[in-house]
C-alpha cells in the first residue's frame, strides 16, 4: 500500500507540474503580446505545424520546455525505432489519454485482469514525459517529404478540401488591396499568386469560412479574425515546408494581457490549423 500511495504520489506531482508549466507558459506568451512582441507565438504556431496532432496545451508544453524540439515520443516508442535516449537528458512533461474502465468499486478493478471486458470507459490524462529526437541516438529516421517553396501538389489537395466542405472557389483580376476574399460559404483569390502565395491566402480564408462564418461562429473583433485565420495561413504554410518570413508575426499585436480570451484563439487556431494539415497532407503522413 505504501508502495502505491507513493507511485500515487509521484503522479500526482508530475501532472501538478505540468500545469504549472502550461500556465507559466501561457502567462509568459500573454505578457510578450501585451508588450507588443510576436516572436513568443511565432514559436508556438511554429510548434503547432510541427506538433498538429496534439492538444492545445501539450503543444504549449512542448514549445514552453524545448521550443527546438522537432518530433518527440516517449522513452520506449524511441527503443521501437532503434533509437535510446542519451544519458542525463531531462524529459519535456505533456499529458497523455488514457482510456479506463469504469467499476463499482476500488475492489473489483484491483481484481479485473481482463482487458476487453465490457463496461463503462472514462477518458483521463496523466502527465508522462517524451523526449525530442536531438535527446536520442541511433538508428536514423526516415527524412518527411517536404516542399521547399513549391506548394502545387499541396495547392491542388488545398482547393480539393475546400470543394468537399461545399466552399466555392473563385478568382478575380482585382480585389482592391487584398489578395483573397472570404465571403461565407465562397472564397475569391487574386489571379496571377505564386503556388506559395495561393496555399497561404487559400489557407486563410478557409480559416475565416471555418471559424468565423455559419452557425455558431466566433467572429470577434475583425482584429481577432485577421490574427486567427493569418495564424492558421503560418501554420499550414509552416507544416508543408514553406518559407513564412514575417507574414504571421505582423499581424500578432492584440490580446493586450487577456489570458483567457488568447487561450481560446489558440485552442482554436491549432484545431483548425490540425484539420486543414490533415486533409492535405494526409498522404504524406505515417502514423508516428
Do not use: C
Request: proline share 1%; charged share 25%.
Amino acid at each position: 500500500m505504501a508502495h502505491e500511495n507513493g507511485t500515487q504520489n509521484g503522479t500526482a506531482e508530475k501532472a501538478k507540474r505540468a500545469r504549472e508549466i502550461a500556465d507559466q507558459a501561457l502567462e509568459n506568451l500573454t505578457k510578450a503580446l501585451d508588450q507588443g512582441k510576436s516572436e513568443s507565438l511565432t514559436v508556438y504556431l511554429a510548434a503547432i505545424a510541427k506538433f498538429h496532432r496534439y492538444s492545445f496545451g501539450n503543444i504549449l508544453l512542448i514549445a514552453s520546455q524545448r521550443p527546438d524540439a522537432s518530433r518527440v515520443a516517449g522513452y520506449r516508442t524511441w527503443q521501437t525505432l532503434d533509437r535510446f535516449v542519451k544519458h542525463g537528458e531531462k524529459g519535456i512533461l505533456i499529458f497523455a489519454p488514457m482510456l479506463l474502465k469504469k467499476r463499482t468499486n476500488e475492489d473489483q478493478l484491483a481484481r479485473s485482469t481482463d482487458a476487453d471486458q465490457d463496461g463503462e470507459k472514462i477518458l483521463r490524462f496523466r502527465a508522462v514525459y517524451v523526449f525530442d529526437v536531438s535527446q536520442t541516438d541511433g538508428k536514423p529516421l526516415p527524412e518527411h517529404a517536404t516542399v521547399n517553396g513549391d506548394a502545387a501538389g499541396y495547392t491542388d489537395r488545398l482547393k480539393a478540401f475546400v470543394s468537399s466542405r461545399g466552399i466555392q472557389l473563385e478568382y478575380a483580376d482585382t480585389l482592391g488591396s487584398a489578395e483573397g476574399l472570404s465571403t461565407g460559404g465562397k472564397i475569391v483569390l487574386l489571379n496571377g499568386l505564386s503556388s506559395a502565395q495561393e496555399l497561404s491566402v487559400l489557407a486563410h480564408e478557409l480559416a475565416h469560412e471555418m471559424l468565423h462564418h455559419g452557425e455558431g461562429a466566433q467572429r470577434g473583433t475583425k482584429t481577432v479574425r485577421e490574427t486567427e485565420a493569418e495564424a492558421v495561413a503560418f501554420v499550414v504554410s509552416q507544416a508543408v515546408g514553406l518559407d513564412t518570413n514575417t507574414a504571421a508575426s505582423d499581424y500578432i499585436q492584440l490580446y493586450a494581457g487577456d489570458k483567457d480570451t488568447l487561450a481560446a484563439s489558440l485552442d482554436r487556431i491549432q484545431q483548425v490549423a490540425s484539420t486543414i494539415i490533415a486533409a492535405i497532407t494526409a498522404s504524406n503522413e505515417a502514423d508516428e
